[in-house]
T-cell receptor
Framework: RKEVEQDPGPFNVPEGATVAFNCTYS??????FFWYRQDCRKEPKLLMS???SGNEDGRFTAQLNRASQYISLLIRDSKLSDSATYLC??????????FGAGTRLTVKP | GAVVSQHPSWVICKSGTSVKIECRSL??????MFWYRQFPKQSLMLMAT?????????EQGVEKDKFLINHASLTLSTLTVTSAHPEDSSFYIC?????????????FGEGSRLTVL
């Protein structure tokens, strides 16, 4: 079993749609959780950290479920510019971060 | 602006040659630097972790003699792909964590796309 698993997609949604991604992790000792965004042929960039109580940043909401060992990302009112690959990152320590394979999102007009 | 700079962005080389990729932290001292490889439509795969002044720790399956990592200072780490072959063609990305910005966030370089002919 992979340490971090994501549905690879692709998710093809119209503009304005709400879309959600899940990510499961296998290591119960994981401490920190992040969502990164990676555009084609570019480096990943931090989208948001995921806190135990859940957190929201504009149209993006991240949630953590430790009991079931998954995190989620919800994107509301999708924009064309949201098209990218979303990477789930799980860390047991600052120097041990593991990446999911990414979920590819395409937002269409 | 960029926190971590990687160079070169693109490199094409002949099979059998060696290629050096540099990763520099621009404003902060990088306590740890990481090197990843990413094949098309696949996840980032951690190759090695390096701390300044010490030997890199390689992930299982990564040949340390083929992928030489030098982390000589708190602002520079280099990855040398020795005797490159076509199967080494990939996107290589470095990242760093910083003592001054200890939020757990990884700061990535822009990546280096290696094509071995």
């Amino acid at each position: 079993r992979k340490e971090v698993e994501q549905d690879p997609g692709p998710f093809n949604v119209p503009e304005g749609a709400t879309v959600a991604f899940n990510c499961t992790y296998s290591n119960s000792a994981s401490q920190s959780f992040f969502w990164y965004r990676q555009d084609c042929r570019k480096e990943p960039k931090l989208l948001m950290s995921v806190y135990s109580s859940g957190n929201e940043d504009g149209r993006f909401t991240a949630q953590l479920n430790r009991a079931s060992q998954y995190i989620s990302l919800l994107i509301r009112d999708s924009k064309l510019s949201d098209s990218a690959t979303y990477l789930c990152v799980v860390a047991t320590a600052a120097y041990d971060m593991r990446f999911g394979a990414g979920t590819r999102l395409t937002v269409k007009p | 602006g960029a926190v971590v700079s990687q160079h070169p962005s693109w490199v094409i080389c002949k099979s059998g040659t060696s290629v050096k990729i540099e990763c520099r932290s621009l404003d902060f001292q990088a306590t740890t630097m990481f090197w990843y490889r990413q094949f098309p439509k696949q996840s980032l795969m951690l190759m090695a972790t390096s701390n300044e002044g010490s030997k890199a720790t390689y992930e299982q399956g990564v040949e340390k003699d083929k992928f030489l990592i030098n982390h000589a200072s708190l602002t520079l780490s280099t990855l040398t792909v020795t005797s490159a072959h076509p199967e080494d063609s990939s996107f290589y990305i470095c990242s760093a964590t910083f003592r001054e910005r200890n939020t757990g966030e990884l700061f990535f370089g822009e990546g280096s796309r290696l094509t071995v002919l």
